[in-house]
């Protein structure tokens, strides 16, 4: 009997329980109902700041009320009160792990209303490619290698972030910044690449190579990497087209859509690479096209070493290119011509042009209204991972709430350009 | 680059399209708001259109519209609707595209939801209401996105100050926050 009252006391003092009776299997059950669950804001597995209010029954959601807007900083609005040129920065901030894409994807929507597309240098162009593709290197090297930590592998992580860091110091040593490059100009791009650039952007891919198939002996195969990815977060084809999906989301789905080849820009025409499409349209496919898409990149990117021109990189307008500093300094034609561009801004005339490129994410446009002065009437952006996360709902609902970390990492949501 | 999708929907819904036109190669086709619906089941379905695939949907506020170079008969003014709604769509399997737009009054915000017929635009019209206040008819769950339910005012209209600030005062009455909502289905 002392010994009972002993336990009985001692449950008092743990557990602040009544009695005994309490710890009854029946009673301790979990409750039948549903019940709801914050993820996030600001939750360890998610990539962005974005809110998940989850509905569970036990641990399967149920439904999934997706929330983002935390991180919105009214790019629309300030892209109207700034003009073409100040725009840049901003774009820098949409998708900071691929600032370069955005940047061309400005600069090409207004150029397309200026009518300047056809006559961007090559060389420019050219640089464009390079910087772009070094971006969704970047971009899909830290998508990967994010979503493997959240699974657990987290020397991928490092291996990744390793080799995303030899690109930005690239990128830094070409435009002077490590992540907001705000590069690309308006007609071509601002200034030339620094001497010895292509060796050690070609020494650089080479080490990357080395680090892709290191990670691929590290997951591919890998049993628990593949058991969370395998069969998690499916899209059919054609549940991917109609809910807008594009980019590495739509191919894993096996949507045979890059803008890069179906609506080609820039020289891409004159390289050559092939677009991985996928079967499944699993965490897996998006995983294992992903990891094509850096080879494929690597790939342009070779080739834009060999084949790169020289030349001028601005166009020779004097609508949209600054004059060179000396005359800026020296001539008060040249002076004038410049306090106008820095003032004004670029004269864009009046129209409206829907310009597309293909992102880190997919389909990355701009949709802009030119009224003729220096500022952007209307400027928007659609941007990929809004949309994507706009199907998260329907992808969780039905998995575990630990399946929400793959899902939310192959949708690689990025919170700047999500919210704008 | 693909005006015959433009003449095709002049030739199938002449009553429901006020004018088509094309700019630096993107087409538009200005349709009428009670016409919408219809031709954009249309556009999906008919086998020579076939867009399944939604790009963006937007609007924009003409309220400021005075361009350069532009005879002043073109700006806008009171008589003209304030809001247009742009839908952008894309055919997989053609390669064309095309924008529809939707002149929408101020005093009568209203246009017809496309996010029945293609799903994406669901998100995209719930920022198109939150940025401009157009009001999605049919829409099966027209909240705020980004802002605050507390938000008072569109902020992309252009008579929405810039330097404006709302600082977020919560408002337990409005009928929104789902984690209040859910604790009391749940109890």
């Not at chain 1, 593949?226 to 980019?247: P, Q």
């Not at chain 2, 005012?153 to 929104?176: F, T």
Request: charged residues 25%; proline residues 6%.
């Amino acid at each position: 009997m002392a010994a009972t009252r002993d336990i009985t006391s001692l449950k008092q003092l743990v557990l602040g329980r009544k009695d005994v009776q309490d710890l009854i299997d029946e009673e301790i059950e979990l409750p039948p109902d549903l019940m709801t669950i914050n993820m996030g804001p600001s939750h360890p597995a998610m990539h962005g700041t974005v809110r998940i209010v989850l509905t569970v029954d036990g641990e399967t959601i149920v439904k999934g009320d997706v929330q983002p807007g935390y991180l919105h900083r009214c790019f629309e609005k300030e892209s109207e009160y700034a003009t073409y040129t100040q725009v840049f920065p901003y774009t820098d901030r949409l998708n900071y792990v691929s600032p370069m894409l955005n940047n061309v994807g400005w600069a090409m929507a207004v150029e397309k209303l200026m009518g300047l597309t056809d006559q961007i240098p090559k060389r420019a162009e050219y640089i464009r490619v390079i910087v772009g593709e070094i971006s969704r290197i970047t971009d899909h090297l830290t998508c990967i290698g994010a979503s493997a930590m959240e699974l657990g592998a987290f020397a991928v992580f490092l291996f990744f972030l390793k080799a995303r860091e030899w690109l930005y110091e690239l990128l830094e040593k070409v435009s002077g910044a490590r992540l907001t490059h705000s590069y690309v100009r308006i007609g071509g791009v601002v200034k030339d690449l620094p001497e010895g650039f292509c060796d050690e952007l070609s020494y650089n891919l080479d080490q990357v190579a080395k680090v892709i198939v290191e990670v691929e002996g590290l997951l591919n195969a890998n049993k628990i990497f593949r058991d969370r990815m395998a069969g998690i977060g499916k899209l059919t084809r054609e549940e991917a087209i109609a809910t807008g999906c594009v980019g590495p989301i739509a191919r894993a789905a096996g949507v045979d859509y890059d803008v890069r080849k179906d609506y080609p820009y820039s020289v891409y025409p004159e390289l050559e690479f092939d677009v991985p499409v996928g079967t499944t349209g699993d965490c897996l496919d998006r995983y294992l096209i992903r990891m094509e898409e850096l080879k494929q990149s690597m790939r342009i990117l070779r080739q834009c070493i060999a084949q790169i021109p020289g030349g001028s990189v601005m166009v020779d307008d004097h609508r949209v290119a600054l004059p060179p500093k000396r005359d800026t300094y020296n001539t008060i034609e040249s002076m004038i011509r410049h306090f106008k561009h820095i003032v004004d801004g670029i004269r864009v005339p009046a129209g409206e042009a829907y310009t597309f490129i293909e992102g880190g994410n997919g389909e990355l446009g701009f949709y802009v209204a030119a009224d003729g002065t220096g500022r952007p009437y209307k400027a928007y952006v659609r941007s990929p991972s809004f949309v994507h996360l706009s199907t998260a709902e329907k992808l969780i609902t039905g998995h575990f709430i630990a399946d929400v970390v793959p899902i939310f990492g192959m949708i690689n949501m990025i919170g700047g350009e999500c919210d704008k | 680059m693909s005006q015959k999708v433009l003449d095709a929907l002049k030739a199938t819904h002449g009553s429901g399209v006020d004018h088509t036109e094309s700019q630096f190669g993107d087409d538009i086709a200005w349709v009428k708001r009670e016409a919408l619906l219809d031709i954009a089941i249309w556009l999906k379905t008919d086998p020579s259109m076939l867009f399944d695939a939604p790009v963006f949907c937007t609007a924009i506020d003409r309220l400021d519209w005075r361009p350069v170079g532009v005879p002043p008969s073109q700006h806008w003014n009171e008589s003209k609707p304030r809001f247009e709604v742009a839908y952008q769509l894309r055919s997989q399997k053609h390669r064309h595209r095309v924008r529809i737009k939707i002149a929408v009054a101020e005093h009568d915000p209203r246009c017809p939801s496309l996010s029945g017929v293609w799903p994406a635009f669901n998100w995209q019209e719930r920022e198109t209401f939150d940025m401009y206040g157009i009001q999605f008819e049919n829409h099966p769950d027209l909240r705020r996105i980004y802002m605050y339910e507390e938000f008072v005012g569109y902020p992309l209209r252009k008579d929405y100050p810039k330097e404006k600030r709302q600082p977020l005062v919560r408002r337990d009455d409005l009928p929104i926050n789902p984690i209040k909502a859910g604790h009391q289905e749940t109890k």
